[in-house]
């Protein structure tokens, strides 16, 4: 299967961290890739994982488990323009799969 | 601005007209892609061309119809579209279609009337 699961919505504070949660099925795994989406525009690039462990760069982080079917994005030290949905997606063979993406709120 | 324009932004039809939606990008890639996003759903791929040619269908209705002149440029061609067809329309390029990343534009908003 290829069900990709990622929270709704979550909400935080200016400053604070928040982590996404992404749980895929692990069959033809070969990747999974994070993306950032404004309303309004393009998807744009964040991170990618292939091996299991952290990778960091800036304020965001993403973490992989491939034996779980697993990863997270980290965000720190939030700021207002991180407002925007995020969207999880694993490389099978060539095509990528998406989740329905995770809207996170920034609050002052 | 990430190297990929799709044109229209916006676009509103009928039932019964056929339009066009463009894209092309300025990265020098071989892979192009079409997505759909509907509110609250998973983006759905709906063709991948590699080098000009299409090596996935995703079970796409034959009212949208996909033209890879170069690797370049990417159309997707609209006819006697539905209502339930409204959403936005994301193109996608990458260096080959088993390579990394992909970048995508920022979407044709769709509504059908």
């Known amino acids: 299967g290829q069900n990709i699961d990622q929270p709704t919505e979550m909400t935080a504070t200016e400053g604070a961290i928040v982590q996404i949660n992404c749980t895929y099925q692990?069959?033809?795994?070969?990747?999974l890739f994070w993306y950032q989406q404004h309303a309004g525009e393009a998807p744009t690039f964040l991170s990618y994982?292939?091996?299991?462990g952290l990778e960091e760069k800036g304020r965001f982080s993403s973490f992989l488990s491939r034996s779980k079917g697993y990863s997270y994005l980290l965000l720190k030290e939030l700021q207002m323009k991180d407002s925007a949905s995020y969207l999880c997606?694993?490389?099978?063979?060539?095509?990528?799969?998406f989740g329905a993406g995770t809207t996170v709120t920034v609050r002052a | 601005e990430t190297g990929v324009t799709q044109t229209p932004r916006h676009l509103v039809m009928g039932m019964t007209n056929k339009k066009s939606l463009k894209c092309e990008q300025h990265?020098?890639?071989?892979?192009m892609y079409w997505y759909k996003q509907s509110a609250k759903k998973p983006l759905e791929l709906m063709f991948v061309?590699?080098?000009?040619?299409?090596?996935e269908n995703n079970s796409v209705p034959s009212r949208f119809s996909p033209e890879c002149p170069n690797s370049s440029h990417l159309f997707l061609h609209l006819h006697t579209l539905q209502p339930e067809d409204s959403a936005l329309y994301l193109c996608?390029?990458?260096?080959?279609?088993?390579?990394?990343?992909?970048?995508f534009g920022a979407g044709t908003r769709l509504s059908v009337l």
């Open positions: 996608a390029s990458s260096p080959g279609q088993d390579k990394n990343i992909q970048y």
């Open positions: 692990t069959s033809g795994f070969n990747g």
């Open positions: 994982n292939v091996l299991d």
């Open positions: 997606a694993v490389r099978r063979d060539y095509k990528l799969s």
């Open positions: 990265l020098g890639h071989n892979a």
């Open positions: 061309y590699n080098f000009k040619e299409q090596t």
